[in-house]
């Protein structure tokens, strides 16, 4: 039976969760994938919550007791993004191929403890009609948004 366009997606989500989850030796307790894609533009970028705090990728170490330290190397962090870039040019390859529209937004949650995924996705422009925004502080946004709602728990 031939995959379809949904297949191709959930695959591709999959290996994002897989890499990002890789990338903090599977301790986690969730994990915040951002993808953009606007005009000729991809981004990907990642934070977690780790033993209740919310950490960028390279602030892991902040989370964790000292002798539980991560690896935050640049050429991990590179890795980690270049795989999410490929993974999202590959959504687009296949939004293209089966006639859907890419969305400008991917957002991801994965719950480790549950083994869930949750995904919300945007189709309209969101920093590329302005001056100011970029991808950057898209998702340093969404990071205090979630840091907040996680507060106000």
């Not at 590959?90 to 089966?98: A, D, L, S």
């Not at 920093?127 to 205090?144: A, C, H, K, Q, V």
Request: charged share 35%.
């Amino acid at each position: 039976m031939a995959k379809t366009f949904e297949d191709y997606l959930s695959e591709l989500q999959t290996d994002m969760v897989a890499i990002c989850l890789e990338y903090v030796g599977n301790q986690a307790d969730a994990i915040y994938i951002y993808c953009s894609y606007e005009p000729e533009m991809y981004y990907f970028d990642v934070f977690y919550k780790i033993n209740g705090k919310l950490v960028y990728k390279h602030k892991l170490n902040d989370a964790v007791e000292e002798n539980e330290k991560y690896d935050t190397s640049e050429n991990r962090q590179e890795a980690v993004l270049d795989i999410g870039i490929k993974n999202l040019e590959e959504i687009h390859k296949k939004c293209t191929e089966f006639g859907h529209e890419m969305p400008t937004e991917i957002k991801l949650i994965y719950d480790v403890k549950q083994n869930s995924l949750k995904g919300q996705y945007r189709y309209d422009l969101v920093y590329s009609n302005d001056d100011e925004l970029l991808p950057d502080d898209i998702f340093d946004l969404w990071f205090e948004e979630v840091k907040k709602s996680d507060i106000e728990k």
